[in-house]
């Protein structure tokens, strides 16, 4: 069934870097750690457009290659660009026509976790644009995660990361492939890390793989143009400054908090046993004494 979404051209076309759309930017990160927040933040600037996963990793044909990939997402950005301008409409998951800031239901599903709670489907954007030189911003995690050595030469890349010991409770909260140890669009363009996770039988042990894939990918790749959620989510004006929009944010909605609460203590006990002694680029960005700090909020907080 059709989703009455404009229909893009999703054969790769290779071009060269200095065709790549201009005023566009990519977003990629940790799953749960805000990355459709700041979508959501991003789309309160003036003349910006951020979408939350707008391309569907079974459109990508991974025998064709990394170069053949990143070719295929510089031209949807372009087609995307187009559409916006041209129809005033675009393609995201969305929910009621917008990018929400949680993707997640709030209530727990079958299996008592919480179920996605978009859809990939049009947005109008008319009222968002000022000019043809907006900015866009697309976000994938695990896709442009896997991509990002290729990526990043093509277009100007930006990370989100979280506490992981707030990741890791996401994690097993949530109906995604994640939850069991897996992250498809990854393993689709890491044959390395999919046959890795195919030898871990535990199924905490493979989120602690993933993570520590993110993250290492984050610091060899990435560089400075990565943001903690603790900081922006207590500040949006932070999301919009590591993108080097010129307009400051002016929040209209609640006021947020990095406050972490609800969590069961016994589980959290036990992915914080795990996370102390695991990771080498998970330390890069969150030392063991942020973990510690973490956890000791939990309990205090039980």
Same mark, same amino acid.
């Given at each position: 069934?059709?989703?009455?979404c404009?229909?893009?051209?999703?054969?790769?076309?290779? @071009?060269? =870097?200095?065709?790549?759309?201009?005023?566009?930017?990519?977003?990629?990160?940790?799953?749960?750690?805000?990355?459709?927040?700041?979508?959501?933040?991003? /789309?309160?600037? !003036? /003349?910006?457009?951020?979408?939350?996963?707008?391309?569907?990793? =079974?459109? %990508?044909?991974?025998?064709?290659?990394?170069?053949?990939a990143?070719?295929?997402?510089?031209?949807?950005?372009?087609?995307?660009?187009?559409?916006?301008?041209?129809?005033?409409?675009?393609?995201?998951?969305?929910?009621?026509?917008?990018? !929400?800031?949680?993707?997640?239901?709030?209530?727990?599903?079958?299996?008592?976790?919480?179920?996605?709670?978009?859809?990939?489907?049009?947005?109008?954007?008319?009222?968002?644009?000022?000019?043809?030189? %907006?900015?866009?911003?697309?976000?994938?995690?695990?896709?442009?995660?896997?991509?990002?050595?290729?990526?990043?030469?093509?277009? !100007?890349?930006y990370?989100?990361?979280?506490?992981?010991?707030a990741?890791?409770? =996401?994690?097993?909260?949530?109906?995604l492939?994640?939850?069991?140890? $897996?992250?498809?669009?990854?393993?689709?363009?890491?044959?390395?890390?999919?046959?890795?996770?195919?030898?871990i039988n535990? @199924?905490?042990?493979?989120?602690? $793989?993933?993570?520590?894939?993110?993250?290492?990918?984050?610091?060899d790749?990435?560089?400075?143009?990565?943001?903690?959620?603790e +900081? %922006?989510?207590?500040?949006?004006?932070?999301?919009?400054?590591?993108?080097?929009?010129?307009?400051?944010?002016?929040?209209?909605?609640?006021?947020?908090?990095?406050?972490?609460?609800?969590? +069961?203590?016994?589980?959290?006990?036990?992915?914080?046993?795990?996370?102390?002694?695991?990771?080498?680029?998970?330390r890069?960005?969150? !030392?063991?004494?942020?973990l510690?700090?973490?956890? +000791? =909020?939990?309990?205090?907080?039980?």
């Amino acid at each position: 069934m059709s989703c009455g979404c404009p229909a893009f051209d999703l054969v790769p076309r290779y @071009r060269d =870097s200095s065709l790549n759309p201009p005023n566009t930017l990519l977003l990629t990160g940790l799953p749960r750690a805000g990355t459709t927040l700041c979508c959501h933040i991003l /789309n309160a600037y !003036p /003349n910006v457009l951020a979408l939350h996963e707008p391309m569907t990793p =079974s459109d %990508f044909d991974p025998e064709l290659g990394r170069t053949a990939a990143v070719s295929q997402i510089a031209n949807f950005a372009q087609q995307t660009r187009t559409s916006a301008q041209r129809d005033g409409v675009v393609v995201s998951r969305q929910k009621d026509g917008k990018v !929400p800031e949680n993707p997640v239901a709030q209530a727990v599903g079958e299996g008592g976790l919480r179920p996605m709670d978009v859809s990939l489907g049009q947005i109008d954007v008319r009222h968002q644009l000022q000019d043809e030189n %907006f900015t866009l911003v697309i976000k994938h995690n695990a896709l442009f995660t896997a991509l990002l050595p290729e990526l990043k030469e093509a277009l !100007p890349v930006y990370g989100i990361v979280r506490n992981p010991l707030a990741v890791l409770a =996401s994690w097993n909260q949530v109906d995604l492939p994640v939850n069991q140890g $897996h992250i498809p669009a990854g393993e689709m363009f890491d044959p390395v890390l999919k046959a890795q996770l195919a030898q871990i039988n535990d @199924r905490l042990k493979r989120q602690l $793989h993933i993570l520590e894939w993110f993250c290492r990918r984050y610091a060899d790749h990435l560089g400075g143009r990565v943001l903690r959620y603790e +900081d %922006f989510v207590v500040n949006p004006n932070k999301v919009g400054d590591m993108l080097q929009l010129p307009t400051p944010y002016h929040a209209k909605d609640k006021q947020r908090s990095s406050r972490n609460a609800g969590y +069961d203590l016994a589980q959290m006990e036990v992915f914080y046993q795990q996370l102390r002694g695991f990771g080498d680029a998970l330390r890069q960005f969150y !030392p063991l004494v942020q973990l510690d700090e973490l956890m +000791d =909020s939990i309990r205090a907080s039980a």
